[in-house]
């Protein structure tokens, strides 16, 4: 069983939309949680930090279940900029150096 | 501006052949990871580094080697390298403890 698993999509919504993803982990000592955000040929940023009340930036909303261990990213109002994989990225110390990504979940917001 | 700098962005190697990848950040970050992303299994951590000349095992280590002789340099080597090596690969950096992972722009290794 993967440590971090996503659906990888591909998710097809038109402009407007809202879309929800959900990750799930493995290792209940997890300690932080993220989504990054990796565009078409290009390396992964980061897009939110995740914390346990929920954290709202813009149309994102990330939240965060322990007890069933997994989080989620809600993204509202589609943008055609929004076409992206998005990595839910899980560490496992507070060294912040055990980053385990999950396969990622592709994102298509069509006009 | 945050910079992860990976040596080439595109490489064709021969089997056999012993390959350096370099990486070079000018964070002063303490944490420096090699990964590889492959199709349908997402980014793997193959080794990663929290300080000179410390490494740590990632994921998927067998057929690699790292270097960190300098903090802001960390090298992922494929002692002989072969074809199921062929693959991206994605260097980044963090501060201890840090919430945030800066990638190189990844370089896309060829092994025929």
């Known amino acids: 069983r993967k440590e971090v698993e996503q659906d990888p999509g591909p998710f097809n919504v038109p402009e407007g939309a809202t879309v929800a993803f959900n990750c799930t982990y493995s290792?209940?000592?997890?300690?932080?949680f993220f989504w990054y955000r990796q565009d078409c040929r290009k390396e992964p940023k980061l897009l939110m930090s995740?914390?346990?009340s929920g954290n709202e930036d813009g149309r994102f909303t990330a939240q965060l279940n322990r007890a069933s261990q997994y989080i989620s990213l809600l993204i509202r109002d589609s943008k055609l900029s929004d076409s992206a994989t998005y990595l839910c990225?899980?560490?496992?110390?507070?060294?912040?150096?055990?980053?385990?990504f999950g396969g990622g979940t592709r994102l298509m917001v069509k006009p | 501006d945050v910079k992860v700098t990976q040596s080439s962005r595109y490489l064709v190697k021969r089997t056999g052949e012993k390959v350096f990848l370099e990486c070079v950040q000018d964070?002063?970050?303490?944490?420096m990871f090699w990964y590889r992303q492959d199709p349908g299994l997402g980014l793997r951590l193959i080794y990663f580094?929290?300080?000179?000349?410390?490494?740590e095992k990632g994921d998927i280590p067998e057929g690699y080697s790292v270097s960190r002789e300098k903090k802001e340099r960390f090298s992922l080597i494929l002692e002989s390298a072969s074809t199921n090596q062929t693959s991206m690969y994605l260097c980044?950096?963090?501060?201890?403890?840090?919430?945030?992972?800066?990638f190189g722009q990844g370089t896309r290794l060829t092994v025929v």
């Open positions: 980044a950096s963090s501060f201890w403890g840090g919430t945030e992972a800066f």
């Open positions: 995740v914390y346990s």
């Open positions: 990225v899980v560490t496992l110390n507070n060294a912040g150096n055990m980053l385990t």
């Open positions: 290792n209940s000592a997890s300690q932080s």
């Open positions: 964070m002063d970050h303490e944490n």
């Open positions: 580094s929290y300080d000179v000349k410390m490494k």
